[in-house]
């Protein structure tokens, strides 16, 4: 396979909770950003949760996805948008990474429809159907590493609040990412509690349909496997471990590393399926 010069990560969890954590991840891009141009795209599920817990506003989830209501997208946006967007910008500009905080309004970036999944029960939340890569192609051409919150424009220009998995697929897509990596609290995908070193889709079927996958996982595997029938190379979820995990985890071949996602044929080839 071909070097990997595109990386799109997606950051949740601790990394972007914990400030000591964010500032190591910084400084890790600092570190590659001669191999390889970046985007970032950040979830912040915990802190939408916890703003809402101080308004009295009350949200429930449908498989893995937030149900969003006028109040539940003021306060995503709030903080996706808002302070968790700025305070990734900030630990890479202390880093010594130019970085520019936007979210998937802003120059139509990621324009949607709404989602009608579920029955329509996942109020305003957006389908993706259009990316316009072209301003990433211009912040990373220029040396930045653009930093993207889910937040998008819908139909009339309004907000939609957007799974920062599919975001992050259907960004990494646009973008002709040779790598999509899923940052989050878990090795990897677990089966049984054990980290799987590589995800199959027969397998990752089987683990749906016997609810061996979690709510929340499911939304990352399978924006990965959309994401890989979509041009990227591959696809790993895994948790932070510092410079020398992230570097191990831009390499395709790596099985030691979270839960790597190849091609639907390049998994056969490799389990001989």
Known sequence: ???????LLKVSG?????????????????DLRQDAQFVV???????????????????????????????VLEAAEMVLSGSMNKAIVAALQRAGVKAAGLSGRDGD??????ETAFGGELGLVGRVKRVRAELLELLSGAGYVPVVSPISSGP??????????WASAQVAAGWK???????????GVLRDGERVPLLTPALAEEMFRTGQAGSGMIPKIESAFWALDHGVGFARILRWEGPQGLSAALSPDDLATGTLIRKREETANATGD
């Open 41 to 71: 795209v950040h979830g912040g599920g915990p802190a939408i949760s916890a703003l809402l817990k101080r308004l009295g506003v009350q949200t429930s989830f449908v498989q893995g996805q937030r149900v969003t209501d006028e109040a």
């Open 14 to 30: 601790k990394l972007v909770q914990e400030p000591a954590l964010l500032d190591e991840f910084a400084h890790a891009l600092r």
């Open 177 to 187: 990412a040779d790598a999509l990596l899923y940052f989050g609290d878990t090795d």
């Open 109 to 114: 970036l990621i324009q949607v429809e709404p």
């Open 1 to 7: 396979m071909s070097p990997v010069r595109r990386v």
């Open 156 to 165: 009339e220009k309004r907000a939609y609040n957007v799974n920062a998995d």
